[in-house]
């Protein structure tokens, strides 16, 4: 039994060694896991756009003359009924339905004749009239910014968010060419 004890002893402390050994030489950025960095000097900076098109409602309003009827004379009316009556009295040329039509003319010209009245007696008023109108506009949004920037001789480039100034920070890794 004392035997099985430090076996198992034996081979935990061999798994630790190897688990240390193995996470030390992984944290060195030699297998390009973590790297250095550098800064590198910015050589142009471009701001980068979106147009989005946005639709804003506005109110719109104007001001429109409105008529409203005014009060139809009674004289007017009794014009147009005595008028409208004669009229129908003399349509047609049988006797039979004479009075149908002359009432029929009377309530017709009446009508027109207070119509008429009213019309000439209309006030005019003027009011705002408004309705919602749906305004499309065009607005700029700043996307980020693309970057070139010279290291070790070489130009690269990139996009970021904000402006780097005139140098940016870079990762350098160097890895086995295996």
């Given amino acids: 039994m004392l035997l099985n004890k430090n076996f198992l002893?034996?081979?935990l402390v061999v798994a630790l060694v190897g688990?240390?050994?193995t996470?030390?030489?992984?944290?060195?950025?030699?297998?390009?896991?973590?790297?250095e960095y550098d800064f590198a000097r910015v050589t142009d900076v471009i701001p980068v756009y979106n147009d989005i098109q946005v639709v804003e409602p506005r109110t719109q309003c104007w001001d429109e003359q409105v008529a409203y009827p005014g009060r139809g004379s009674a004289a007017s009316t009794l014009i147009g009924g005595l008028i409208g009556a004669a009229v129908g009295n003399k349509a047609g040329h049988h006797r039979r339905g004479r009075n149908a039509r002359t009432l029929a003319g009377a309530a017709i010209g009446a009508t027109i004749g207070h119509s008429i009245s009213s019309r000439k007696n209309a006030q005019y008023v003027t009011e705002q009239r408004c309705q919602r109108v749906d305004e499309y506009v065009t607005r700029r949004e700043l996307v980020g910014y693309d970057v070139r920037y010279r290291y070790n001789g070489r130009e690269y480039m990139t996009r970021t968010d904000r402006h780097p100034g005139d140098r940016i920070r870079v990762r350098v890794d160097v890895a086995p060419a295996w």
Avoid: C, P
Avoid at 23 to 35: K, L
């Fill in 19 to 21: 688990f240390s050994v």
């Fill in 23 to 35: 996470a030390s030489a992984g944290g060195s950025g030699y297998y390009g896991d973590r790297g």
């Fill in 9 to 11: 002893f034996a081979v």
